[in-house]
């Protein structure tokens, strides 16, 4: 039986660095998405800055697993309070079957979102740690640009907050072709970049510097669950990441500096011409 968190008052703060201010009905609209940079648009420049930009100014839209989307905002939904994600079941009929035996009842993405919700819920350990404000918009500069953020779950009192992922699996191994290692999820997403920004951000808007926690579930049958936190040097080196690439990225968005093209990405294949010829010695990548 899913039981509800104890529910707490939501922060209504929020604040800008821009005459701008960003609600809950409009933080992912895309034109807050062109006044602030988020640490999403951030890895999205890092991954392809051409097919970032495209997207950014509304001219590609990228070919999306919407229903992992889907199943990870139901899961978020039901931690941020009832409302929400009785709200949230409202807006998205599509969980249910339409046809077929299973009509009538939750399609198989969303019984597996049921079965993580179900895991957090009825650990002790869980409902002790995800304690404080849900979904906090944060806003503040880092660099000398705007950036916004919004936060699972911020606990200013007791100086933590906690980001939930969903994940295939917790100790599912990714190659990195740059170092030449095996990573795991948390790095293979950059995660320790978000979790960066969200403590800056934090600390600007609230003076608390707040120590980040990821809380993970996988969707296997049944689910595993992680609580993780991050070693300094990693949220260190995230923030160098962004200090050291944001203004050549920034300079794209203004139109001051030609995107690169990563040349492998589903945008940069629409767009690739058969101009050059390359040697079947250089064709793979990593
Ligand atoms: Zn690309």
Redesign the pocket.
């Known amino acids: 039986m899913i039981k509800n968190l104890s529910k707490t008052k939501s922060t209504s703060k929020t604040s800008s660095t821009t005459s701008e201010t960003l609600t809950p009905a409009n933080y992912y609209d895309r034109w807050t998405d062109q006044l602030f940079m988020s640490a999403t648009w951030f890895k999205k420049f890092l ?5 970032a930009l495209a997207e950014l100014q509304g001219k590609w839209e990228p070919c999306m697993k919407s229903t992992a989307l889907v199943v990870g905002n139901w899961l978020h939904s039901y931690f941020e309070s009832e409302e929400a994600h009785a709200k949230f079941v409202d807006e998205h009929p599509e969980a249910i079957s339409s046809r077929g035996p299973s009509k009538g009842h939750l399609k198989k993405e969303f019984k597996t979102a049921e079965s993580m919700i179900e895991a957090l819920a009825d650990d002790h350990d869980f409902n002790l740690l995800y304690q404080g404000d849900k979904e906090v918009i944060v806003t503040g500069e880092i660099g000398g640009y705007p950036w916004k953020g919004k936060i699972d779950c911020l606990n200013l009192k007791q100086g933590y907050f906690v980001d939930l992922k969903t994940t295939d699996d917790i100790y599912k191994s990714y190659w990195n072709p740059e170092t030449r290692e095996k990573e795991p999820f948390v790095y293979a997403y950059n995660y320790p970049l978000q979790m960066a920004v969200y403590q800056e951000l934090i600390k600007q808007q609230f003076g608390v510097t707040c120590k980040p926690y990821i809380v993970a579930v996988s969707k296997q049958d049944p689910p595993d669950k992680q609580a993780i936190d991050l070693p300094e040097y990693r949220l260190t080196n995230a923030m160098n990441q962004i200090l050291g690439s944001q203004q050549h990225i920034q300079d794209v968005i203004k139109g001051r500096a030609d995107p690169i ?9 629409s767009t690739k011409k058969l101009e050059s010829v390359v040697s079947a010695d250089n064709l793979l990548i990593d």
């Open positions: 991954a392809c800055e051409a097919e093209q990563c040349g492998h990405c589903a945008y940069c294949r």
